[in-house]
């Protein structure tokens, strides 16, 4: 829980610094992600977010994703279509996330070196990339210790 206000403390600083405006929709949003176990998708958000705001509708999350996933605050997992918290917000970086088959648990790591390939790969390509997300899936170690 700590983490999780450290967290959001962090952006809302950020919001402060760049001029953003972390509206209370989004900052719940940003909340319920932190908060989920595993990857969460934007339906459950939504369900989560209409036991406090009956009236909330999708463009409601959709626009509150955006906007976290535009800022960095969180990521989303391409291939699950799911989003994840962004624990490292103060600093810019690309996703490289580690996904467990059997527990859906996600670990977000940050390899210099890998990143650094990539960007010399993007380069060497003359390709003009919009965003990375590298994803990762196996067995974690608890998964596979049982």
């Known amino acids: 829980m700590e983490e999780e ?17 972390l509206t209370p929709t989004r900052k719940r949003v940003l909340e319920m992600v932190i908060a989920a176990d595993g990857p969460v998708k934007a339906y459950d958000l939504l369900d ?44 810019q970086h690309h996703g490289q996330f580690l996904i467990c088959e059997r527990c859906q648990s996600v670990t977000e790591i940050h390899d210099s070196a890998v990143q650094k390939l990539l960007v010399e790969a993007v380069a060497e390509h003359q390709f003009r990339a919009q965003r990375q997300v590298l994803e990762i899936y196996g067995i974690c170690r608890d998964c596979r210790d049982q």
């Open 5 to 21: 206000t450290k967290v959001v403390r962090e952006i809302e600083a950020q919001c402060q610094q760049r001029g953003l405006r």
């Open 48 to 91: 989560q977010l209409k036991s406090e705001q009956p009236k909330a509708a999708p463009p409601t999350v959709y626009r509150a994703l955006d906007f976290l996933l535009e800022n960095q605050f969180i990521h989303r997992l391409e291939s699950l279509n799911a989003f994840v918290s962004c624990f490292h917000p103060c600093h």
